[in-house]
């Protein structure tokens, strides 16, 4: 009988941890402008773009990327299959520092377990490029233009 009981035992043990690992992460129904998603455990972040309506961005349990505004009709993915675990910040995108500079794009930071892209939006086409690896402290853009951390609120 003990020789049938750890067998047993073991088999439990490993169905439970392959359980655990299986398992996605833990959703979170969030809401903004009336649509609500489910979101891994940190916040939305609420950006107020200089140029165009502003905009909610957040992370789902599967760590794909969401985005919501108020006159769309529900939540869509960020194009570029991006994976993060969290919104970090949001940059509207000038060319350059002069009283004459225009704003040409805005970004999103997103951070991973490792690492932080951007994703950046070019008012000229009105399309999101991929997204691309930066450093910690970047904002999203390079010389001669500049970005200009966007006013934003963390939503809980």
């Avoid at 970090?88 to 060319?95: T, V």
């Amino acid at each position: 009988m003990k020789v049938l009981r750890l067998p047993f035992v073991l088999a439990v043990a490993l169905a439970a941890l392959l359980g655990t690992l299986a398992s996605p992460a833990s959703a979170v129904e969030r809401t903004c402008y009336g649509k609500t998603g489910n979101f891994n455990a940190n916040w939305l972040l609420l950006v107020d773009w200089d140029r165009g309506e502003s905009e909610c961005f957040g992370v789902a349990p599967s760590g794909s990327i969401w985005h919501t505004w108020q006159t769309a009709d529900t939540w869509y993915e960020m194009p570029g299959s991006g994976r993060a675990s969290y919104v970090a910040n949001a940059y509207d995108i000038y060319d350059g520092i002069s009283q004459n500079a225009q704003n040409i794009g805005k970004a999103v930071k997103v951070v991973t377990t490792s690492s932080s892209y951007c994703s950046y939006l070019d008012y000229a086409t009105n399309t999101w490029g991929g997204w691309y690896e930066v450093s910690t402290s970047s904002t999203c853009t390079s010389s001669p233009n500049i970005g200009y951390e966007a006013t934003h609120w963390l939503l809980q």
